[in-house]
């Protein structure tokens, strides 16, 4: 394993995300520590989760990418400064404290260390997905703004994820700018839906920023915008056939006279016919403006056999309301209509997209998926999918898990609150393939956290203990044929250093093959890794992932347990 | 009413809100537009909702000065113009349309104008918040980003508003930037909740940027990172009855033994401490990290009594898990105790704040607000507010009403989408106070549309006749004392222009007393304004407040709907 240095980027995507995007109490608790000498303190912190998202049992792991240009770029500046001067809840504190967070990013370049999985990993509760080793105050400094970085990433890709689980082989695209969180929290979405395996976004920004394939063709205002066939009289295309420009218009209305078409809307047909000269080569129309199987439909099948006639292929339509299979069905149904009565038609009529883009969520495209009976070949996805309808936040956290070298445990009345003490590393262990996997991979058993000072398991050689952290009675024995480490340094005396081997290779002027890799990863572990028992439906009831520890590291956190804990006294 | 005319801004809030931040259809339909002469026709869009979140009956209307901030400096920039050029989606473009683009900002100054709502006001479904009148090409090119811009924060000032009507009068402060939908969506949540409002947020670049008080303490990492009382040994703080620094620990523990504390922890205590010699006047402690009732709130009682005989005021304590109401019972009679048998305590002790952070919305709040039996001084709330959990998008859409001087309809099977065409203005009809209202408002009756070429409705002078656009029984006749309107012009000739009697008036440099100003107007309406009938909780059946349209645009609605809906046809 080669490592490899990456140089200073220019920050994270969003230019306000930086030291002041922070809580207050980060800075206050900063300030108390300061003043008696703790801030300097060797600490480790761990990012994780408790709960899969969505009613799931497994979640990907994304934001690591802006993550690590923000540790690149931590700083507070001068204006910084002086805003945390002027704010009455700071304004007792002393001089040498702001001197302190001035120079902090040349203590992080000295002392700070951080590891995490790499981007796109498939993650399970309780695993650290981000460790921080450094000074006691720099653990503070960077607790929410990394949370917020992973968070909605996380739980933007692993919706995503799930959606294109649903879908597949169907492919879907994101449509979510206009109803997103604001205006990044609509390029997160984006970016990370991307990554999740969605093939494009309507976002033109997003397309510019990351690399993403862009994806769109025309709303109802712009058939709306048209009210008569006069409007389409003039318009010339090119007929390929002939290799002169010949009015379409005219090809259009003798199709429409053949197909008796008594009730579609002038002005639509005339739309129809304005966006085929103009992308002739990408001619999708929404056909449900003012009635899809009356209108919509009739007057698209005419222009696009007119395309056909001058040599184009259509490319299909879009339908944005109403009862999504039954009119897929009625396009289709058009379609079949056109190639049966005129066979040599079948190139421009038998692969039209049927696109659907009218409220979809992971539980419809599940239904859809189980019936099979409609006729759609893309989905267009938005609320749903950008704000996460179905639960619209990750509740990542970040937790103090050693301070001077001592492990250090959080108790809380909610079992499910209490935090696994001390550094530790993350294995996944893979076993033989299942006999009815024809590809042949190694399917992951379980994940195994030891304390960072173990020894990795060893591949194959022997079987491993394991135990879950909170139910004694749960052991297993394991016997894997590897034990792949999931966590890793990437950032380490001021720079972001990634090993190559790794999807996370972190470089500025790629990131398009970066999210494009790290797409790729995602969809290898969920399709060639991941038993579908893991990823499926939540109403298909998935099974829970285990997610064990070594003896050493139970035993660890039982000590700690006991020490601690106060023995509740009832009188 | 006198108009001012504001100098141009630095843009929006987040620098990657621009020109590309839309959906590629955009470009797609005003290219098939411009190809054909018509992108430059006249057209008015509308932007509006069709149902106001949260199960309740009212929406606030904001995101107005990010929208204006973008009219300003809308434009693309050359190496946006690159960027389209490259991307397959238009490579097929005619050179002209990207000239056409690269000198958008001309036309729009020359051309656009734009009318709208204030920031902050009481609005219902199918209003027109915003109306574009301009260049169809601009109409698309804008809808996009007006969207995004007005979509979450309608909808997070709205979900703070509900919030703070269910908690008054106990005030609320935002918690949520960890785990908002990404950094602007975290911004937008404290800006707007704020708006809503809300007294503070923790988010300390929210502070800095809009000028928003800031709030927060610690953590349970930092009561973690203590694990002795040496900790804490030495620290001094002046006693203002003495005027001499003295060891606070020693005083401390002299009160922890005398109140036999026998099961309270060690570090806790410590870390106590240290924050409230940091934080004398300051000093908020979270007393949940090992156990409320046994250890955090004995050890937060022995700092308190010592912060008393020292001359400060201690603040209170902060409950982040298990039962808020028992613990916060639990709190608050662990302070009676302390003034029932040291009464010179009282003004310390009285008072204190009980601040819950875990996972409040707005059905824990009426919860509280019905039961009356918790002891919470104030709230923070985080998750549930940042990301609307209850409902995580408003459906703000955007279309064409008027082309050419046409009015514009866009019919649809699902009732709810039909749109109400032409240019319109909107009217709040007061009639008399109620009788109950000591304060003397006038209350809103309901709200009244005109198309935009009628006459103001007078006030008080005769009465006025009202429709609901689609329910042809429901006639209403309104003798309103007054009519005031609720749209005016916001941007002409390139430049914002605001009245400055609306609460709207928009400058860069008071940025703070914008929303603070935003903000009085949203309390105002709510608390004065209308009645509890229309605001209340979701399961408390809120009634729904009226938006009707004169007979002429009732008239003209259903002109248009008979010419243009199709017939279907039943064989």
Chains 1, 2 share one sequence.
Not at 76 to 103: H, M, N, Q, V, W
Request: charged share 20%; with cysteine.
């Amino acid at each position: 394993m080669t490592t490899t240095t990456i140089p200073t980027s220019n920050g994270p995507t969003n230019p306000l995300v930086g030291a002041l995007l922070t809580d207050l109490y980060q800075l206050t608790m900063t300030y108390a520590h300061w003043r008696i000498g703790k801030a300097d303190d060797p600490a480790v912190f761990e990012l994780f989760f408790r709960k899969n998202p969505f009613g799931g049992e497994y979640t990907i792991f994304c934001g690591l990418d802006e993550c690590l240009k923000l540790l690149e770029t931590f700083q507070f500046r001068d204006d910084d400064i002086a805003y945390l001067k002027s704010t009455p809840a700071l304004k007792d504190c002393e001089d040498g404290f702001f001197e302190y967070l001035s120079k902090i990013h040349v203590t992080m370049a000295q002392h700070l260390r951080v590891s995490a999985v790499a981007e796109g990993t498939v993650v399970f509760p309780k695993e650290p997905l981000i460790t921080i080793e450094g000074p006691l105050g720099i653990g503070h400094l960077l607790e929410t703004t990394l949370l917020n970085l992973v968070n909605f990433p996380s739980l933007i890709a692993t919706n995503a994820s799930r959606m294109v689980l649903r879908a597949a082989p169907i492919p879907c695209i994101e449509f979510g700018l206009r109803r997103a969180q604001g205006p990044d929290g609509a390029l997160s979405a984006s970016k990370y839906s991307y990554v999740g395996g969605f093939v494009a976004t309507s976002n033109v920004q997003a397309g510019k920023i990351f690399g993403i394939p862009i994806a769109g063709t025309h709303a109802h205002s712009y058939v709306q915008s048209f009210s008569s066939l006069d409007e389409a009289a003039g318009l010339t295309l090119v007929n390929k056939t002939t290799q002169t420009k010949e009015v379409f218009l005219d090809a259009v209305l003798e199709h429409r006279k053949r197909q008796h078409c008594t009730t579609t809307n002038d002005g639509e047909l005339a739309a129809f016919v304005a966006y085929a000269c103009a992308f002739p080569n990408a001619c999708l129309c929404l056909v449900d403006t003012y009635d899809t199987l009356h209108s919509g439909i009739p007057n698209f099948v005419c222009v696009a056999k007119t395309l056909d006639d001058f040599g184009y292929v259509p490319k299909g339509v879009r339908l944005d309301s109403g009862d999504l299979v039954a009119l897929s069905k009625g396009c289709k149904a058009a379609f079949d209509r056109v190639v049966a009565s005129e066979p040599l038609r079948t190139a421009a009529f038998r692969n039209l997209t049927i696109v659907a883009s009218n409220d979809i969520n992971e539980a419809t495209l599940q239904g859809f998926q189980l019936a099979q009976q409609h006729c759609l070949t893309a989905f267009g996805i938005g609320t749903n999918l950008v704000t996460c309808q179905a639960q619209p936040a990750l509740g990542c956290v970040y937790k103090l898990v050693e301070y001077k070298g001592e492990p250090r445990i959080k108790l809380s009345e909610e079992l499910n609150k209490v935090t696994l003490p001390g550094r530790k590393n993350i294995y996944r262990l893979y076993g033989k393939p299942d006999k009815d996997d024809t590809n042949g991979n190694p399917r992951p058993l379980l994940d195994y956290m030891t304390l960072a000072d173990e020894d990795p398991p060893q591949d194959g050689d022997e079987s491993i203990l394991c135990r879950d952290p909170f139910r004694h009675q749960h052991r297993l024995r394991v016997f894997p044929i590897a034990a792949i480490p999931l966590n890793s340094v990437v950032y380490e005396s001021g720079r972001v250093v990634i090993a190559a081997n790794t999807t996370g290779l972190y470089k500025d002027d790629v990131v398009p093959s970066y999210l494009s890799r790290t797409q790729k990863y995602v969809t290898k572990q969920l399709s060639e890794e991941f038993h579908e028992s893991v990823t499926r439906y939540k109403d298909l009831d998935p099974i829970p992932y285990d997610v064990m520890v070594s003896p050493k590291l139970y035993d660890h956190l039982h000590e700690l347990w006991e020490k601690n804990a106060p023995v509740p006294e009832r009188r």
